[in-house]
């Protein structure tokens, strides 16, 4: 599958940037017009990011998304993450405390000619049909429209969770045009979710984790290749692989030696891990936490940019991918909790500390930690995680993690 690749480099665009500055590159909100709109034949055309085919959906998407779990409310920002090509919107209900998407609905509000513009995803907090109705039709309103690109069922981890139940519910919303293709995001079993959902046919898009840590297993090249086969549009998120066991601080060794080795050729370590996700031409779009104009721009023009990594650069991050495994849960959660009596959602955990430690989200880090259940988080530090690690592909230190947890999200 080929992409429609402008001939814009990083380099160029960085110069331009640094040139003018990327504060007056960027127009001011509401004067900028999409360069491919433009009818003046002696107008430079901005370069705009990519496209790729979404699945069978007929529907071309950025290769970059803009990820909205935060607060959107820098109107700013969305209105440049357009003008660069970034059309695909990506929110929930519960981001940002439900602010992601009332951010999205201020901007439809005031740039109503917009919307037509935008693949706008949100996703469901609930498998329960009824239930999926109410918070569809809330997330509608919230956002300031009629219809969503695309919805998706919040996380499933088998893929049994997408049953007939579910169907019926998403041709019906089709149906009534509030929703125009339905599937799910998950980051956990995902193979197994992924490899389901080749064989349903009814889904149209999957989100799911996918980075440079856990791209390159047979089973998971397998599970990509089914549904890429069958069709289904796949939106790539959590490509920055960030270690859910790690803290935020100084780099080390490892991570220095990576940072070097992109920088001399001109990318950042963020640029590079984007890169060989999109050098996987099965992956229509990257999802991205882009909560400045600094991310968006450095993002936006790796995009742009069709330079490739080398063999030598993508076998440079497998290998750092091996010696940093135990920093990285890859949410196979059917390995270690099934070894666990206790119920403890040892993947979901690993989660919030990421989400605490790393995307310095503390507050949602002790909400979502607050949802296990108190009998459950009460026993966790008492656990005895010893087969659980044994049997981690990862070699995670759960028990320590799972400690650590208990002080840090109560
Ligand atoms: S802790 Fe280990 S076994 Fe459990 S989900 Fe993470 S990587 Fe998989």
New binding site residues.
Partial sequence: MSSKTDKFSRRDFLKTAGAVGIGSMLSPIGSLTNAQESSNPNETPIKVVPTRPFGKTGVDVSILSLGGAFHYSNLLLMKQALNMGVTYWDTAPGYGGGQSEAGIGKYFEKFPEDRKKVFLVTKADTFDPPRMTKTLNQSLESMNTSFVDLYFLHGISYPEQADKQIKAWADEAKIQGKIRFFGFSTH?NMEDCLLGAAKLGWIDGIMLTYNFRVMHSDRMKRAVDDCYRAGIGLTAMKTQSTGWGSKRGPLNDKERALLNRFERKGLTTGQAKLKVVWDDDRIASICAHMTNMQYLTENASAAMDSKKLSDDDIDYLKDYARETASN??????H???STIDEKVP??DI?RYLMYSRCYGDSEGAKAAFKEVPSEVRERMALVDYRD?EN????G?P?GRLMREAVIELA
């Fill in positions: 956990s990285y849960c890859a949410g196979c959660r390995i270690c909790e040892v993947n690993m659980a049997r981690c592909p990862q995670m759960i």
